[in-house]
């Protein structure tokens, strides 16, 4: 068979680079934000936006080189898995960071939690003491 790049098949080779090299770029935007950012907040933003949308981008490029049906259903698979567990591993990264304090309370612009944490500590103070009467 001779390669011929003028048909269909050349175009979605081109869609499948194109496709490929953003998600890339998107996956290596995760990498060095992971590495640059100051503080543990930014990097768990870093870790989940662009990294989900990259896998996304180069599961859709190998969809795209495959050429068969059965392939997408698997590609969509690992992609929800990726939409289901990526936030809430972030949820619980970013709360046991504020648990345990590992963030910079200067970069934040407001903080949500402050209110709902010194209530937590007024409630259990109080228990405290009435248990020790």
């Not at 930014?42 to 180069?58: D, E, N, Y």
């Not at 304090?101 to 200067?106: A, F, S, V």
């Amino acid at each position: 068979m001779n390669p011929d790049f003028t048909g269909v098949d050349a175009w979605v080779d081109l869609a499948s680079a194109v496709v490929m090299i953003v998600g890339a770029i998107m996956s290596l935007g995760a990498a060095i934000g992971l590495l640059r950012f100051p503080d543990l907040l930014s990097r768990m933003h870093a870790a989940t936006k662009p990294q989900v949308l990259g896998l996304f981008l180069l599961l859709a490029a190998i969809g795209l080189q495959m050429r068969t049906w059965w392939v997408w259903p698997v590609l969509v698979v690992a992609w929800i898995f990726q939409l289901l567990t990526v936030p809430v591993s972030a949820h619980m990264v970013g709360r046991a960071g504020y648990r345990t304090k590992h963030l910079h309370r200067e970069l934040l612009t407001s903080d949500d939690l402050e209110e709902v944490v010194q209530k937590a500590a007024a409630k259990a103070a109080a228990d405290e003491t009435r248990d020790d009467d």
